[in-house]
């Protein structure tokens, strides 16, 4: 699970680097140079309360002018990953620009320290883990459109803590051989409990023409920090601009990581449920 995510995650982030034009008015949001740009570093790290190893992921970002499919990892740099109960894990890499964990284990509650020194330089970020929500229920139901076609509208029903500010990313998939981003055009799909803290949320995904009855849908509800939350969310509204001449000048999503890194470090709990459409 955790390997899906993180190339998803991947693939979105060394798009928006390359391709985004929009930028959005937030904190920590880095711009990029279109004058050539510089080659900037991409992280891309997951800690998760499933059974490990987990990923770091390092890359180099493209130029605005020359796009292309191959960013070109980074090896042979130092990772590690501690967190608050005193213990750090000095990860491998097992192929390049891949390093993974060996004795850390993801916890619920606990915060989470990366650091990377990579070509004389250092990158650090924090992710505090929180507790699982568990999926109560998962509703799918067929509806006619206007044109005749018939879709499913997924519902996510789950019980938002009594705490205030909980933030979920809900990662569908699906027994029909298409990309996350054609289930109804958004790659990632966000919640956060402003309007609804401590009751029940019911999250509605509407899913394109591509499904079936007898498909298989799995839902994982992740549980996620706030930086985790407005990263996807920037990184959202860059992958659905119009990318028109007109548009503002490129930016990338919000991060966590500093030093001018690009991409994210996420600690996050998950509960998985799935359903077979009727």
């Not at 391709?19 to 992280?43: E, F, G, H, R, W």
């Not at 390092?58 to 740099?77: E, M, N, Q, R």
């Not at 009594?162 to 990309?179: A, C």
Request: net charge neutral; with cysteine; aromatic share 10%.
């Amino acid at each position: 699970m955790s390997t899906r995510f993180s190339r998803h995650a991947r693939t979105a982030t060394l798009a928006a680097a390359a391709l985004a034009l929009a930028a959005v008015s937030c904190q920590k949001v880095i711009s990029i140079d279109l004058n050539n740009a510089n080659p900037q570093m991409v992280t891309e790290a997951i800690v998760t309360d499933q059974p490990g190893p987990y990923t770091v992921s390092l890359s180099k970002s493209g130029d605005y002018f020359t796009p292309s499919l191959y960013f070109p990892p980074v090896t042979h740099a130092f990772v590690t990953i501690a967190d608050n109960l005193g213990v750090t894990d000095t990860l491998k890499e097992t192929l390049p620009g891949a390093y993974h964990t060996s004795v850390l284990h993801g916890g619920q509650g606990r915060t989470y320290y990366l650091r990377v020194v990579a070509e004389g330089k250092e990158y650090d970020a924090i992710s505090t883990m929180p507790p699982r929500v568990p999926i109560d229920t998962l509703v799918a139901l067929r509806t006619r459109q206007s044109d005749g076609d018939q879709v499913y509208n997924l519902y996510v029903i789950f019980k938002d803590p009594p705490e205030p500010g909980n933030y979920y990313r809900m990662n569908l998939r699906v027994s029909v051989p298409i990309s996350p981003d054609s289930i109804d055009g958004r790659r990632y799909h966000l919640y956060n409990d402003k309007l609804t803290n401590g009751n029940e949320a019911a999250v509605k995904i509407r899913m394109r023409n591509h499904f079936q009855p007898g498909d298989t849908v799995w839902v994982d509800l992740l549980s996620i920090d706030k930086a985790s939350y407005d990263y996807f969310n920037t990184l959202n509204n860059i992958l659905t601009s119009d990318r028109s001449p007109t548009s503002l000048a490129p930016a990338n999503p919000n991060t966590n990581l500093t030093n001018g890194a690009l991409g994210y470090f996420a600690a996050y709990s998950m509960d998985s449920k799935m359903i077979v459409l009727q």
